[in-house]
């Protein structure tokens, strides 16, 4: 049972950095897309960025430019790092894994970014 725990989260002000780390446990894959989703109060979760086993990288408009997804294969670890963050970053982010081969997704507990003055 695969098993996401992330960290990082916490309050900034605007300006500010921050970096969320997701570690997967439990199993063993090789070829998979890990993400990052984020969910604001009564708004729906939203893509933030995700990141294949190959390296190849996708982000949502909103944080182009700002926002940097990396991962570390070896130790089965997402990053999130999130430069100039806005009061609209505000939201739990989720990380997410997908594995090739396998009928179903995991998701990460979540962690709260806030960012405010």
């Known amino acids: 049972q695969v098993q996401l725990v992330e960290s990082g989260g916490g309050l900034v002000q605007p300006g500010g950095s921050l970096r969320l780390s997701c570690a997967a446990s439990?199993?063993?894959?090789?070829?998979?897309?890990m993400g990052w989703y984020r969910q604001a109060p009564g708004k729906q979760r939203e893509l933030v960025a995700t990141?294949?086993?190959?390296?190849?990288?996708n982000y949502a408009d909103s944080v182009k430019g700002r926002f940097t997804i990396t991962r570390d294969n070896a130790k089965n670890t997402a990053y999130l790092q999130m430069n100039t963050l806005k009061p609209e970053d505000t939201a739990v982010y989720y990380c997410?894994?997908?594995?090739?081969?396998?009928?179903?997704?995991?998701w990460g507990q979540g962690t709260q970014v806030t960012v405010s003055s």
């Open positions: 439990g199993s063993t894959f090789s070829v998979y897309v």
């Open positions: 990141i294949t086993s190959s390296g190849t990288t």
């Open positions: 997410n894994l997908v594995v090739a081969g396998r009928s179903r997704d995991y």
